[in-house]
């Protein structure tokens, strides 16, 4: 079936230090994949998307994300984080066809002083 | 540009009575709205995809009945909670797809959210 796996539910990191966030799906094709960032009580906001071409994308804020097709993985990355970068952040991706997108569960970054 | 906007963006209503929620496209034409439903510390799940003109696709297990859905004109969708209960407090968020984008692009922009909460 299809998914998509957000394996870790909480991270907290230090202000500063290096971030990654995991993004696994499953899906018979190469999906369209997303990142999304949310506030609390707030919509969604893009950071970056790929749909083909250079696996590395750069996105807003500082994020970047990498496409790795052997490992059905699309990972976010930034390498210095900021206390405003606390929030929910959400994989997704797209199906294509219906434009069906599906969500990950999310994983909540908290980032300490 | 690409601006999605909810309105209310909360609402408290009584048990039993309906509950309009506006979503509207600002600066594009969408062909296809969706509607989102996200509980506390929860994923978003889609509850249904709505195009212009056109009756919605539910998601297997939302009542269309409950949950009504139309998309009047390529700005405006409306989601309407009918006989709302306690239990259908939660966020509900829409997205749409623009007229203009290349039919696989699948990207959404995404409204603000409208908080529902039913005593």
């Known amino acids: 079936a299809q998914s998509v796996t957000q394996p870790d539910i909480h991270i907290t990191v230090s202000e500063g230090a290096s971030l990654e966030l995991r993004c696994n799906y499953s899906?018979?094709?190469?999906?369209?994949l997303f990142w999304y960032v949310q506030s609390p009580g707030q919509g969604l906001q893009l950071l970056l998307k790929?749909?083909?071409?250079?696996?590395l994308v750069q996105g807003i804020k500082g994020f970047e994300a990498e496409f790795k097709r052997s490992q059905s993985s699309f990972n976010l990355r930034k390498p210095s984080v900021h206390w405003s970068d606390a929030a929910e952040y959400f994989c997704?991706?797209?199906?294509?066809?219906?434009?069906?997108?599906?969500f990950g569960a999310g994983t909540r970054l908290t980032v300490k002083p | 540009g690409a601006v999605v906007s909810q309105h209310p963006s909360r609402v408290i209503c009584k048990s039993g009575t309906s509950v309009k929620i506006e979503c509207r496209s600002l600066?594009?034409?969408?062909?296809?709205m969706f509607w989102y439903r996200q509980f506390p510390k929860q994923s978003l799940m889609l509850m249904a995809t709505?195009?212009?003109?056109?009756?919605?696709?539910?998601e297997q297990g939302v009542e269309k009945d409950k949950f009504l859905i139309n998309h009047a004109s390529l700005t405006l969708s409306t989601l309407t909670v009918t006989s709302a209960h306690p239990e259908d407090s939660s966020f509900y968020i829409c997205?749409?797809?623009?007229?203009?984008?290349?039919?696989?692009?699948?990207?959404?922009?995404f409204g603000p959210g409208t908080r529902l909460t039913v005593l």
């Open positions: 997205s749409a797809r623009a007229l203009s984008q290349p039919t696989r692009s699948n990207e959404q922009f």
């Open positions: 899906y018979g094709a190469t999906p369209y």
């Open positions: 790929y749909f083909s071409g250079d696996t």
């Open positions: 997704a991706v797209g199906l294509g066809g219906n434009n069906d997108m599906r």
């Open positions: 600066d594009f034409q969408a062909t296809t």
């Open positions: 709505s195009n212009e003109g056109s009756k919605a696709t539910y």
